[in-house]
């Protein structure tokens, strides 16, 4: 018997993630959470009452928020390899963009000296600029997204951002990025800001996210 979805109750999370709670007979005694194309699922026992519902609804919910903050703060091993990389970018493209973007190549690259990440629809690839190694976990996954979103849509249109609605962090990954470009660009950080437009070998590229513009 397949298990039923339960959309009456327009739930959401901390941070305004849609919320669905799906019901299934096959499940007895136990409840699990988890990420779907940008939707919180909280799976439950058909058997469950409206009560035990709740509870475990909001149980459940924490356990995410608790997950994310950690990885926001940079908890946990990060993707130093570029085979680690591919396979964190394979994660996020599952959880935000429904695997519906599969790179054929990640790594990370030193002479990407005027952007923080880029991507070939082309041939699939995506590369992400060393200097983005001692940022925040959260940042980094920002331009993976974003990278991983123009491998679907090549250029900064309305199309390309509903894509990158789902991630919660984004607008102030945004921000973030956006203050360490002004910082560069002042030499109030270490590091080469270079020029916010590519260079003449690299305006092939469709997937470049500059320092200072198109975020």
Not at 194 to 211: I, M, V
């Amino acid at each position: 018997m397949p298990g039923k979805r339960d959309t009456r109750t327009p739930l959401t999370t901390h941070d305004g993630a849609p919320v669905e709670v799906r019901r299934s007979a096959r499940r007895r005694r136990t409840v699990a959470a988890f990420w779907e194309n940008g939707t919180a699922v909280v799976a439950i026992p058909a058997h469950f009452s409206r009560a035990q519902e709740a509870d475990w609804v909001h149980r459940m919910l924490e356990k995410l928020r608790t997950q994310g903050e950690k990885r926001s703060s940079g908890a946990g091993r990060r993707p130093a390899s570029d085979t680690a990389l591919a396979a964190h970018a394979s994660q996020l493209s599952a959880r935000y963009l429904g695997g519906r973007s599969a790179p054929t190549s990640v790594r990370w690259v030193s002479n990407q000296n005027s952007r923080w990440g880029s991507a070939t629809p082309s041939d699939g690839s995506i590369r992400l600029s060393d200097k983005l190694r001692p940022m925040p976990q959260w940042v980094i996954d920002y331009v993976l997204l974003h990278e991983l979103a123009h491998l679907l849509v090549a250029g900064h249109n309305a199309a390309f951002w509903k894509l990158l609605e789902a991630y919660p962090e984004t607008e102030r990954a945004k921000a973030f990025l956006e203050g360490v470009s002004f910082a560069m660009s002042r030499g109030l950080a270490s590091g080469d800001a270079g020029q916010a437009g590519p260079g003449p070998t690299e305006e092939a590229d469709a997937g470049r996210l500059p320092f200072d513009v198109g975020l």
